[in-house]
T-cell receptor
Framework: NAGVTQTPKFQVLKTGQSMTLQCAQD?????MSWYRQDPGMGLRLIHY???????DQGEVPNGYNVSRSTTEDFPLRLLSAAPSQTSVYFC????????????FGPGTRLLVL | GEDVEQSLFLSVREGDSSVINCTYT??????LYWYKQEPGAGLQLLTY?????DMKQDQRLTVLLNKKDKHLSLRIADTQTGDSAIYFC???????????FGIGRKLQVIP
């Protein structure tokens, strides 16, 4: 199993550009989520999904869209990038029980100029 | 949302014990987790404790939970240089696996 994969690993955008951060998992997990990690602020939940076709907002959803057309994929879209979205983005997936571990991807480092 | 508080830095000598503390504010949490993040990598779950437990030991790791004070700690015995990382406490606060993370504590192990 590849686990959770994310692409790209690093991206530079100009303000106003759009892009999609890709996330995929091969563990047949229903639950997937996106976090952003900023210095001194830990991880903050952006959006999450409890299964194909179902998404919901986390703590900091503004400026981001998600969709879940398949169990495997959970892309995160930035429609109009802003410097405040400079961060490291992590995708995670988890099995159905709360004690199961969240598997994190390696992260995407995004710089918005 | 609820807050999970952690202070930032800890430096210990190799072979000593490390204790990393965390304070959370939501008494309705069900599971409390400790994650480790090595440089340039995602988070890895180290251990977790269910909210009706006071202590859990897993090899070099001991988790203590004080629900009255909403205090969670992680003790690492015989700390090794490979333990150098950022450690996050986290809790599930309801809903479907919604997890709230603390800001992280950087552990530096001095050889």
């Amino acid at each position: 199993n590849a686990g959770v994969t994310q692409t790209p690993k690093f991206q530079v955008l100009k303000t106003g550009q759009s892009m999609t951060l890709q996330c995929a998992q091969d563990m047949n997990h229903e639950y997937m989520s996106w976090y952003r990690q900023d210095p001194g602020m830990g991880l903050r939940l952006i959006h999450y999904s409890v299964g194909a076709g179902i998404t919901d907002q986390g703590e900091v959803p503004n400026g981001y869209n998600v969709s879940r057309s398949t169990t495997e994929d959970f892309p995160l879209r930035l429609l109009s990038a802003a410097p405040s979205q400079t961060s490291v983005y992590f995708c995670a997936s988890q099995g159905p029980a709360a004690e199961e571990t969240q598997y994190f991807g390696p992260g995407t480092r995004l710089l918005v100029l | 949302g609820e807050d999970v508080e952690q202070s930032l830095f800890l430096s210990v000598r190799e072979g000593d014990s490390s204790v990393i503390n965390c304070t959370y504010t939501d008494s309705s949490s069900t599971y409390l987790y400790w994650y480790k993040q090595e440089p340039g990598a995602g988070l890895q779950l180290l251990t977790y404790i269910f909210s009706n437990m006071d202590m859990k030991q897993d090899q070099r790791l001991t988790v203590l939970l004080n629900k009255k004070d909403k205090h969670l700690s992680l003790r690492i015995a015989d700390t090794q240089t490979g333990d150098s990382a950022i450690y996050f406490c986290a809790e599930s606060i309801g809903g479907y696996q919604k997890v709230t993370f603390g800001i992280g504590r950087k552990l530096q192990v001095i050889p």
